[in-house]
């Protein structure tokens, strides 16, 4: 069993006991959420396809917690005019445990 989720604008596939990381969401390390926007459901080879969301189906998601990415290092730079810029950015996430599929 399976399922492509949308979090943040990107697509994740995913099935349970999975544990993904995803742009940074409000939500307070501990606690359980649902992904109501379901792409995509695979239950023992019966596939539902949403138009553009499979209804009455979410996916329960454990937070276990915020990460930083690694850092990124953005250097700017204009040749003959003493300009330089170096600045560094980490982006934040939060990482989350897939539970069980649950009917609406």
Do not use: C, W
Not at 90 to 98: A, N, P, S, W
Request: glycine share 10%; aromatic share 6%; charged share 30%.
């Amino acid at each position: 069993m399976y399922a492509v989720v949308e979090v943040g604008g990107r697509q994740y596939r995913v099935a349970p006991n999975d544990e993904i990381i995803v742009e940074k969401l409000k939500a307070e390390a501990g606690s359980d959420i649902k992904l109501p926007a379901l792409l995509v459901s695979d239950d023992s080879g019966k596939v539902t396809v949403g138009k553009p969301h499979v209804t009455g189906l979410e996916v329960a998601a454990h937070v276990v917690g915020d990460e930083k990415g690694e850092k990124l290092i953005v250097f700017k730079y204009h040749p003959k005019k003493r300009y330089r810029k170096k600045t560094g950015h980490r982006q934040h996430y939060t990482k989350l445990k897939i539970g069980q599929f649950a009917g609406v």
